[in-house]
Protein backbone atom coordinates (compact mmCIF):
# COMPACT_ATOMS: atom_id res chain seq x y z
CA UNK A 1 0.00 0.00 0.00
CA UNK A 2 1.14 3.43 -0.35
CA UNK A 3 1.39 6.50 1.91
CA UNK A 4 -2.41 7.65 0.41
CA UNK A 5 -4.01 4.27 0.91
CA UNK A 6 -2.84 3.68 4.49
CA UNK A 7 -3.56 7.11 5.79
CA UNK A 8 -6.88 6.52 4.33
CA UNK A 9 -7.55 4.25 7.11
CA UNK A 10 -5.69 5.33 9.75
CA UNK A 11 -6.98 6.56 12.74
CA UNK A 12 -4.50 9.42 13.53
CA UNK A 13 -4.82 12.83 11.85
CA UNK A 14 -1.80 13.47 9.67
CA UNK A 15 -2.76 16.70 8.04
CA UNK A 16 -0.21 17.69 4.53
CA UNK A 17 0.08 20.91 5.55
CA UNK A 18 2.42 21.31 2.80
CA UNK A 19 0.28 20.43 -0.33
CA UNK A 20 -0.89 23.83 -1.02
CA UNK A 21 2.53 24.71 -0.97
CA UNK A 22 3.72 21.78 -3.26
CA UNK A 23 1.02 22.26 -5.53
CA UNK A 24 2.29 26.21 -5.65
CA UNK A 25 5.81 25.46 -6.15
CA UNK A 26 4.77 23.56 -9.45
CA UNK A 27 4.10 26.96 -11.47
CA UNK A 28 0.99 25.31 -12.86
CA UNK A 29 -2.02 27.52 -13.44
CA UNK A 30 -4.63 25.94 -11.06
CA UNK A 31 -7.94 26.76 -9.34
CA UNK A 32 -8.84 24.83 -6.30
CA UNK A 33 -12.30 23.00 -7.58
CA UNK A 34 -15.16 21.91 -4.75
CA UNK A 35 -17.13 18.33 -6.25
CA UNK A 36 -20.62 18.21 -4.56
CA UNK A 37 -23.15 15.25 -4.97
CA UNK A 38 -25.78 17.46 -6.62
CA UNK A 39 -28.61 15.24 -4.96
CA UNK A 40 -27.51 14.35 -1.31
CA UNK A 41 -25.25 18.05 -1.14
CA UNK A 42 -22.44 15.60 0.31
CA UNK A 43 -18.96 17.47 -0.74
CA UNK A 44 -17.67 14.65 -2.19
CA UNK A 45 -13.44 15.51 -2.25
CA UNK A 46 -11.66 18.53 -3.18
CA UNK A 47 -9.13 18.72 -6.22
CA UNK A 48 -7.39 21.44 -8.58
CA UNK A 49 -8.25 21.99 -12.47
CA UNK A 50 -6.78 24.12 -15.11
CA UNK A 51 -8.15 25.52 -18.22
CA UNK A 52 -8.11 22.42 -20.05
CA UNK A 53 -9.97 20.50 -17.64
CA UNK A 54 -12.48 22.82 -17.15
CA UNK A 55 -13.05 23.24 -21.30
CA UNK A 56 -13.14 19.51 -21.53
CA UNK A 57 -15.63 19.32 -18.41
CA UNK A 58 -18.34 22.03 -19.56
CA UNK A 59 -17.56 19.91 -23.44
CA UNK A 60 -18.33 16.35 -21.96
CA UNK A 61 -20.50 16.60 -19.14
CA UNK A 62 -18.12 14.66 -16.99
CA UNK A 63 -15.72 15.93 -14.26
CA UNK A 64 -11.88 16.64 -15.40
CA UNK A 65 -9.38 17.49 -13.02
CA UNK A 66 -5.93 18.28 -12.98
CA UNK A 67 -4.02 15.44 -10.90
CA UNK A 68 -1.32 17.31 -8.85
CA UNK A 69 0.14 13.62 -8.14
CA UNK A 70 0.57 12.56 -11.35
CA UNK A 71 1.21 16.47 -13.02
CA UNK A 72 -1.18 15.22 -16.05
CA UNK A 73 -5.33 15.79 -16.46
CA UNK A 74 -7.29 13.33 -14.45
CA UNK A 75 -10.59 12.32 -16.37
CA UNK A 76 -12.12 11.34 -13.52
CA UNK A 77 -13.53 7.57 -13.79
CA UNK A 78 -11.32 6.88 -16.66
CA UNK A 79 -9.65 4.12 -15.08
CA UNK A 80 -11.39 3.25 -12.18
CA UNK A 81 -14.72 3.52 -13.30
CA UNK A 82 -16.16 5.94 -10.89
CA UNK A 83 -17.30 8.87 -13.37
CA UNK A 84 -18.96 11.64 -12.18
CA UNK A 85 -21.85 13.56 -14.56
CA UNK A 86 -21.42 17.41 -14.19
CA UNK A 87 -25.07 18.59 -13.67
CA UNK A 88 -23.75 22.41 -13.11
CA UNK A 89 -20.26 24.36 -12.62
CA UNK A 90 -19.94 27.26 -10.54
CA UNK A 91 -17.70 29.83 -9.39
CA UNK A 92 -17.05 31.86 -6.51
CA UNK A 93 -17.43 35.68 -6.50
CA UNK A 94 -13.47 36.15 -6.70
CA UNK A 95 -13.33 33.43 -9.49
CA UNK A 96 -10.76 31.65 -7.83
CA UNK A 97 -12.58 28.55 -6.84
CA UNK A 98 -14.50 26.30 -9.17
CA UNK A 99 -17.93 23.93 -7.67
CA UNK A 100 -18.79 21.20 -9.31
CA UNK A 101 -22.53 19.65 -8.89
CA UNK A 102 -21.80 16.01 -9.88
CA UNK A 103 -23.81 12.55 -10.23
CA UNK A 104 -21.75 9.84 -9.64
CA UNK A 105 -22.06 6.65 -11.38
CA UNK A 106 -20.54 4.85 -9.16
CA UNK A 107 -18.30 5.15 -6.04
CA UNK A 108 -16.32 8.08 -5.69
CA UNK A 109 -13.06 7.96 -3.49
CA UNK A 110 -9.86 5.27 -4.29
CA UNK A 111 -10.33 4.07 -1.07
CA UNK A 112 -12.59 1.26 -0.03
CA UNK A 113 -15.12 0.76 2.99
CA UNK A 114 -15.22 -3.02 4.62
CA UNK A 115 -17.02 -4.22 2.65
CA UNK A 116 -14.26 -3.45 -0.09
CA UNK A 117 -16.93 -0.62 -1.95
CA UNK A 118 -15.73 1.82 -3.28
CA UNK A 119 -16.52 4.85 -0.76
CA UNK A 120 -19.08 7.36 -1.53
CA UNK A 121 -17.05 10.51 -0.72
CA UNK A 122 -13.91 11.75 0.33
CA UNK A 123 -14.88 12.69 3.87
CA UNK A 124 -15.70 9.86 5.89
CA UNK A 125 -13.93 10.69 9.02
CA UNK A 126 -15.07 12.74 11.78
CA UNK A 127 -12.05 14.54 13.76
CA UNK A 128 -12.83 13.96 17.15
CA UNK A 129 -11.41 16.63 19.79
CA UNK A 130 -9.23 14.57 20.89
CA UNK A 131 -7.02 15.10 17.59
CA UNK A 132 -8.49 10.81 16.81
CA UNK A 133 -10.53 9.85 13.76
CA UNK A 134 -13.78 8.33 13.56
CA UNK A 135 -14.92 6.65 10.53
CA UNK A 136 -18.31 6.62 9.44
CA UNK A 137 -19.30 3.54 8.53
CA UNK A 138 -21.70 4.47 6.16
CA UNK A 139 -19.29 5.71 3.81
Not at 12 to 32: C, F, I, K, M, Q
Not at 68 to 80: C, F, I, V
Not at 115 to 139: H, I, K, M, Q
Request: overall charge neutral; some cysteine.
Amino acid sequence: MNRTELMGESPYLELDYGRLATVAASGRELLPVVLQNADTGAVLFVAYANAQALRETLDSGRAVLWSTSRDELWRKGATSGDVLDVVDVWVNCEQNSLLYRVRPRAGVCHTRNARGDTRSRCYYRRVNRDGTLELDPDA
